[in-house]
T-cell receptor, first 112, second 116 residues
Framework: EAQVTQNPRYLITVTGKKLTVTCSQNMNHEYMSWYRQDPGLGLRQIYYSMNVEVTDKGDVPEGYKVSRKEKRNFPLILESPSPNQTSLYFCASSLTYNYGYTFGSGTRLTVV | AQTVTQSQPEMSVQEAETVTLSCTYD???????LFWYKQPPSRQMILVIR??????QNATENRFSVNFQKAAKSFSLKISDSQLGDAAMYFCASHFSDNAGNMLTFGGGTRLMVKP
């Protein structure tokens, strides 16, 4: 089944404790992206990648890191999480820039 | 800056009736793509429909259709014969051609309730 897989689905952590949210797609998509969803704000892009080893900042990159060492994987790293990073996070992938994204199931992150 | 606006935070519709969700956007680009996504309580984001700005014909997908008014920069979603399973958050989104990195710009969302 073609899909984007994110893990974990739920995560509660403490301020400052490094964490990684994994994302993997099995559709051989070139484009991958991370979004965060907050009430009333819709989804905002954090980072994106157009291919292996090619990543760049989106609208709200502060406090996040990403890497794209393999085409299928695009992990999101929070080096020192803070409470304002409490949010719902989505990984997504796309074959081309105008085709529309396939989204993962989301990761609900709470930082206390 | 490119923006997408959904002015209706909540809408409700009676089962089997028709409802229209509004979306407006602001861009100076002539080439772009517009999308509607559905987010049910499971929180999965599901692509509902896609419109290419250079096509005048409105996109349709079964009970879902759009009213694309390029001059007015409006992209509304019409749901016909509403079903209980249509209850969800709906997000309008756009990809503008000058956006590096394939970024989708999202509106704030409209919560649709379907009454039996």
């Amino acid at each position: 089944e073609a899909q984007v897989t994110q893990n974990p689905r739920y995560l509660i952590t403490v301020t400052g404790k490094k964490l990684t949210v994994t994302c993997s797609q099995n559709m051989n998509h070139e484009y991958m992206s991370w979004y965060r969803q907050d009430p009333g704000l819709g989804l905002r892009q954090i980072y994106y990648s157009m291919n292996v080893e090619v990543t760049d900042k989106g609208d709200v990159p502060e406090g996040y890191k990403v890497s794209r060492k393999e085409k299928r994987n695009f992990p999101l790293i929070l080096e020192s999480p803070s409470p304002n990073q409490t949010s719902l996070y989505f990984c997504a992938s796309s074959l081309t820039y105008n085709y529309g994204y396939t989204f993962g199931s989301g990761t609900r992150l709470t930082v206390v | 800056a490119q923006t997408v606006t959904q002015s209706q935070p909540e809408m409700s519709v009676q089962e089997a009736e028709t409802v229209t969700l509004s979306c407006t956007y602001d861009t100076s680009e002539s080439d772009y793509y517009l999308f509607w996504y559905k987010q049910p309580p499971s929180r999965q984001m599901i692509l509902v429909i896609r419109q290419e700005a250079y096509k005048q014909q409105n996109a349709t997908e079964n009970r879902f259709s759009v009213n694309f008014q390029k001059a007015a920069k409006s992209f509304s979603l019409k749901i016909s014969d509403s079903q209980l399973g249509d209850a969800a958050m709906y997000f309008c989104a756009s990809h503008f051609s000058d956006n590096a990195g394939n970024m989708l710009t999202f509106g704030g969302g409209t919560r649709l309730m379907v009454k039996p």
